[in-house]
């Protein structure tokens, strides 16, 4: 066995151990079998709540119904990432694919989870600044203005720019508070 | 230096020829033993709805024939009629395909049997827990709860939509499959 031939058998090997340990990248069938799973957990949930109606128990409804909406939202989160899974290797892009499998997992870790009621609990201030974000048609006020901090820009001198007109438009305004600001709010007090 | 790359290449080698058949056959009992977990808890499912069906007949009697809750009731006990079929059918199928895992000719072909057991399985235990909530719904009738009626009929609603994704993608699953071994 000459030199080269063990250099051989060493990449073989290096393949072999690496493939061992990573079978290939995003795996459309293992993902589906993860979504049948993520359905499954989520029938059981539903069935948890009916188990919980027919005691009559009303703490135990709350609770059963707040652990099916934990096991939905991860099904939801499993198929949107499945869905980015199978566009991601139809665009060849391999990280995406496997970042997006990533996520298949972690929706059903999420869903397991929920069903043992092991629910991430959203901080009130969290949950206000949720309801408060302007989403372009959300549950917010169509006439809210838009937030530039929120826009994407294609460059950050652009976002620059656009986050500085808008402020010298909000000081300008109405409803401003900057000196040059026509409006009622935060002025100092005239002497009469 | 290149002396220490045949060496590192030789150890690298033997790494690899000596640990890739061990994390196989470890992956291969994994999944053998997951199966086993789902196939189980299946059975159980199936037990229970075997028993509900029976105390659903009870609760059947109990109701009168002009309820106005009549034609709820026909179609629980039909959703209850298609899913104690397609439980019974998949728990089948899920110890059909376990069965196989072991005589596979590799590991591959192992696993794929595993995961189309699991899968199966899984739809077994959906079929067999909407037979429970049908029945649920009965006896909820059957016993004046109707407080408990809509919850219910709500949450069963949900569970059949969610038990038609466990077949689509069992059967998505079964495809991919044989598409992988018919090339």
């Given at each position: 066995?000459?030199?080269?031939?063990?250099?051989?058998?060493?990449?073989?090997?290096?393949?072999?151990?690496?493939?061992?340990?990573?079978?290939?990248?995003?795996?459309?069938?293992?993902?589906?079998?993860?979504?049948?799973?993520?359905?499954?957990?989520?029938v059981e949930a539903q069935a948890n709540v009916v188990d919980a109606a027919a005691t009559g128990n009303l703490e135990a409804m709350a609770e059963a119904n707040r652990r099916a909406d934990?096991?939905?939202?991860?099904?939801?989160?499993?198929?949107?990432?499945?869905?980015?899974?199978?566009?991601?290797?139809?665009?060849?892009?391999?990280?995406?694919?496997?970042?997006?499998?990533?996520?298949?997992?972690?929706?059903?870790?999420?869903?397991?989870?929920?069903?043992?009621?092991?629910?991430?609990?959203?901080?009130?201030?969290?949950?206000?600044?949720?309801?408060?974000?302007?989403?372009?048609?959300?549950?917010?006020?169509?006439?809210?203005?838009?937030?530039?901090?929120?826009?994407?820009?294609?460059?950050?001198?652009?976002?620059?720019?656009?986050?500085?007109?808008?402020?010298?438009?909000?000081?300008?305004?109405?409803?401003?508070?900057?000196?040059?600001?026509?409006?009622?709010?935060?002025?100092?007090?005239?002497?009469? | 230096?290149?002396?220490?790359?045949?060496?590192?290449?030789?150890?690298?080698?033997?790494?690899?020829?000596?640990?890739?058949?061990?994390?196989?056959?470890?992956?291969?009992?994994?999944?053998?033993?997951?199966?086993?977990?789902?196939?189980?808890?299946?059975?159980?499912a199936?037990?229970k709805a075997r028993a509900d069906i029976e105390k659903g007949k009870e609760m059947l009697a109990l109701i009168p024939e002009d309820s106005p809750l009549m034609p709820d009731i026909a179609e629980m006990v039909e959703a209850a009629a298609?899913n104690w079929?397609?439980?019974?059918?998949?728990?089948?199928?899920?110890?059909?395909?376990?069965?196989?895992?072991?005589?596979?000719?590799?590991?591959?072909?192992?696993?794929?049997?595993?995961?189309?057991?699991?899968?199966?399985?899984?739809?077994?235990?959906?079929?067999a827990k909407i037979v429970g909530m049908a029945v649920a719904y009965v006896e909820a009738v059957a016993t004046n709860k109707t407080e408990s009626l809509d919850i219910i009929r709500t949450a069963l609603r949900d569970a059949v939509?969610?038990?038609?994704?466990?077949?689509?993608?069992?059967?998505?699953?079964?495809?991919?499959?044989?598409?992988?071994?018919?090339?």
């Amino acid at each position: 066995m000459n030199g080269n031939s063990i250099l051989k058998a060493g990449v073989l090997g290096m393949a072999s151990l690496l493939f061992a340990v990573h079978a290939s990248g995003a795996d459309k069938i293992a993902a589906s079998a993860i979504l049948a799973e993520l359905s499954t957990i989520s029938v059981e949930a539903q069935a948890n709540v009916v188990d919980a109606a027919a005691t009559g128990n009303l703490e135990a409804m709350a609770e059963a119904n707040r652990r099916a909406d934990a096991v939905d939202a991860a099904v939801a989160a499993g198929q949107a990432a499945s869905t980015a899974m199978d566009r991601a290797i139809e665009a060849n892009d391999q990280d995406a694919a496997d970042a997006a499998e990533d996520g298949v997992k972690d929706a059903l870790q999420m869903a397991k989870d929920g069903l043992n009621g092991i629910v991430p609990k959203v901080s009130a201030t969290k949950a206000w600044k949720a309801s408060k974000k302007n989403t372009g048609g959300g549950p917010a006020d169509p006439y809210d203005a838009p937030n530039m901090y929120d826009i994407p820009s294609k460059t950050k001198v652009q976002q620059g720019v656009a986050q500085k007109s808008w402020g010298t438009l909000w000081s300008s305004g109405a409803i401003g508070s900057g000196l040059e600001s026509g409006g009622f709010a935060d002025r100092e007090a005239t002497p009469e | 230096m290149s002396r220490h790359s045949f060496i590192a290449g030789l150890i690298v080698a033997l790494l690899g020829i000596g640990v890739a058949p061990n994390v196989a056959k470890a992956q291969q009992e994994n999944s053998s033993s997951e199966v086993q977990v789902a196939i189980s808890a299946a059975e159980k499912a199936v037990q229970k709805a075997r028993a509900d069906i029976e105390k659903g007949k009870e609760m059947l009697a109990l109701i009168p024939e002009d309820s106005p809750l009549m034609p709820d009731i026909a179609e629980m006990v039909e959703a209850a009629a298609e899913n104690w079929k397609v439980a019974v059918d998949s728990l089948k199928g899920a110890k059909e395909s376990a069965g196989k895992i072991e005589s596979a000719g590799n590991p591959s072909l192992a696993g794929d049997y595993a995961l189309l057991a699991k899968v199966n399985a899984g739809v077994a235990l959906s079929g067999a827990k909407i037979v429970g909530m049908a029945v649920a719904y009965v006896e909820a009738v059957a016993t004046n709860k109707t407080e408990s009626l809509d919850i219910i009929r709500t949450a069963l609603r949900d569970a059949v939509a969610a038990s038609s994704q466990v077949q689509f993608n069992y059967d998505r699953v079964k495809k991919l499959i044989t598409e992988k071994y018919s090339k």
